[in-house]
């Protein structure tokens, strides 16, 4: 091939991957503000240093300001508590995001990276909270009011 044949091949190339850019998934808070459900598990840190199994269901609420709610049943090691939360997330153009929480009533921080699917209909997230392995999955109950 010749420099030629190669600078135009390359430069199809770079315009067809712009484009495919351009037209990729965009977000925004008001794109994904809203109620999800969703469902958690992996294992928790317990007190004595050893990992147990933990796992989550719950309703998770995002709004366009930047807060995010929500209430779950969480099982750790077998044993079930009603729980809610607050805090604040962040949503990228490229749909990741991160939010922290307040968990109650044992009042912990949670800290979580996500990505939204599916044109923000889907979920898929892992905690990073120290002594976390946890992934989660949701998926959109209703956009925001």
């Not at 044949?5 to 808070?29: D, E, K, N, Q, V």
């Not at 490229?94 to 009533?105: A, E, K, L, R, S």
Request: with cysteine.
């Amino acid at each position: 091939m010749n420099t030629k044949s190669a600078l135009i091949t390359l430069t199809i190339l770079l315009h067809t991957a712009s484009l495919s850019f351009a037209g990729g998934p965009s977000c925004s808070m008001n794109k994904v503000s809203g109620s999800y459900g969703y469902t958690t598990s992996g294992f928790v840190l317990a007190p004595n240093g050893v990992f147990v199994p933990a796992a989550a269901a719950g309703k998770i609420n995002f709004d366009t300001q930047g807060n995010v709610s929500g209430t779950q049943t969480r099982v750790v090691a077998g044993s079930a508590l009603a729980e809610t939360y607050s805090g604040t997330y962040t949503v990228n153009a490229d749909c990741t995001g991160d939010f922290t929480v307040v968990v109650q009533p044992d009042t912990r921080t949670s800290s979580v990276h996500l990505v939204w699917t599916d044109n923000a209909k889907g979920v898929s997230a892992v905690f990073t909270t120290p002594g976390f392995v946890l992934t989660a999955t949701a998926s959109r109950i209703s956009p925001a009011d």
